[in-house]
């Protein structure tokens, strides 16, 4: 079946730094992304779609110049967490699907969980 | 916009009791439902999802979930849980077309023994 595979699987990071969240469809060719970011006890929570090939579009209240999004390829997005804070800690999981139109696709990778100190 | 209630924080039941999960949409239309779990450090999985015909829908380990469209409503059952359905459940509602999932605040069930 679709997998998504999601890299790392957590990441301890000093405030200011940034870090990188890769997202893989490993078997199949992803048009679309998303990422939700998930705080404890809430629910996950969209923070932008990518297109492959295209400017990702960020949910209101999301800072794109914070959370940058890349995917360059149907087989990659990246989540690049940038001058990290504390209050950034948080479960972010990305999720997938194979075809355009398709509601069969969604397949999420296994999350990371971002610490930052 | 769309958006999921999910009337339960957290439900704790024994092994062998019926677990019912309330979930509800905002609007209707069509819609496509799902549900999802999320064991103890693992990621989502989908038990099942609904987008048209039999409202009742089976899914895997013996869940099954219930469409009523005049309730905007999606709930989960199991007649008899297991200690191993110790997990976080959630409740996902999509618009059709190319749309994101809205997930629900999550149902944390703890069974007991």
């Known amino acids: 079946g679709a997998v998504v595979s999601q890299h790392p699987s957590w990441v301890i990071c000093k405030s200011g730094t940034s870090v990188k969240i890769e997202c893989r469809s490993l078997?199949?060719?992803?048009?679309?992304m998303f990422w939700y970011r998930q705080f404890p006890k809430q629910s996950l929570m969209l923070m932008a779609t990518?297109?492959?090939?295209?400017?990702?579009?960020?949910e209101q209240g999301v800072e794109k110049d914070k959370f940058l999004i890349n995917h360059a390829s149907l087989t990659l997005s990246t989540l690049t967490v940038t001058s990290a804070h504390p209050e950034d800690s948080s479960f972010y999981i990305c999720?997938?699907?194979?075809?355009?139109?398709?509601?069969?696709?969604?397949?999420f990778g296994s999350g990371t969980r971002l610490t930052v100190v | 916009a769309q958006s999921v209630s999910q009337h339960n924080h957290h439900v704790i039941l024994s092994e062998a009791a019926s677990l019912e999960l309330g979930c509800n949409y905002s609007?209707?239309?069509?819609?496509?439902l799902f549900w999802y779990v999320q064991y103890p450090g693992q990621h989502l999985q989908l038990l099942l999802k609904y987008f048209s015909g039999d409202p009742l829908v089976k899914g895997i380990k013996g869940f099954e979930a219930e469409f009523i469209k005049s309730k905007f409503s999606f709930n989960l059952r199991k007649p008899s849980v297991q200690w191993s359905d110790t997990a976080e459940y959630f409740c996902?509602?999509?618009?059709?077309?190319?749309?994101?999932?809205?997930f629900g605040k999550g149902t944390r069930l703890s069974v007991i023994a």
């Open positions: 999720s997938a699907r194979a075809l355009p139109g398709s509601v069969y696709g969604y397949t």
């Open positions: 990518s297109n492959e090939g295209s400017k990702a579009t960020y």
């Open positions: 609007y209707g239309g069509t819609v496509n």
């Open positions: 996902a509602v999509k618009d059709p077309g190319n749309t994101p999932l809205v």
């Open positions: 078997d199949f060719q992803a048009t679309t």
